[in-house]
Every structure is written in C-alpha cells, then in structure tokens.
C-alpha cells in the first residue's frame, strides 16, 4: 500500500482527509498490526486493502496491491471475487468475529473462505 488516502464529504460539501500518507508492505508470511485509539483509521485502513469505503467516503488516492493485484483497477464484479479468494476481513466485534468454541480453519471455510472449494476437506488441503 503506498500514499493511501481515503476522503468523506462533509455536510457543507466539503472533503476532508480520514487517512492520509499510509504506506505499508506485508511480505508473504509476515504479519502486520494496526494499532491505535477507537476512531484513529485502522478499520478504514482494512477496508480500503479490499477496495471498499464506507457510505460516504471514497479512496481518493494511492495504490494499493494485494497479492500482485491492483485493488484499485477491479471491476465490481473482480472485487467481490477478490474479497472471498485474496483477502478478507475479521471484525473485531466480538457479536461479529469467530466462535471461540469452533478451529478458526472451519469457520474460515464455513463462512466462504475459499469459495472455490466447496468441500470443506477440499478447502483444508487448499490452506496447507
């Protein structure tokens, strides 16, 4: 991710920043952590890595890629593929994130994780 910014258009028209500047790269097996105060931009942050911004606001800047893919060049259509295969997100609301009681890898699969797999067996030997 390079010079995200992502913009909401106030009540008198005006635009104004929510993120600005976010540069990041994850490599294959690291793990990236966003952290900060409740209203800092990580949500938002996470959002725009899937090519998505809340109701009213849009990604007004930047580039980003996720696993070779410019998330800013997809279609409709490419995006809801590219959510389901290359990246997802995990809400940390605890009504909304996974069942403590249950391996994440089923729930995972359970919830469409890998959606070209419909065997659930099939998506385990997927994510090895």
Do not use: W
């Amino acid at each position: 991710m390079d010079k995200l910014r992502v913009t909401a258009q106030t009540d008198r028209g005006e635009e104004i920043d929510l993120v600005s500047d976010i540069h990041f790269t994850v490599q294959k097996g690291e793990v990236l952590a966003l952290i900060g105060e409740s209203g800092s931009g990580k949500t938002t942050i996470a959002m725009a890595l899937m090519g998505y911004a809340r109701s009213g606001c849009r990604i007004a800047d930047g580039n980003i890629h996720v696993a070779g893919t410019d998330v800013n060049s997809l279609t409709p259509g490419q995006l809801r593929a590219f959510r389901g295969n290359k990246v997802a997100y995990i809400a940390q609301s605890a009504a909304a994130s996974f069942n403590p009681g249950m391996k994440i890898l089923d729930q995972v699969i359970g919830a469409g994780g890998y959606p070209r797999h419909p065997d659930p067996q099939s998506g385990k030997s997927q994510s090895d």
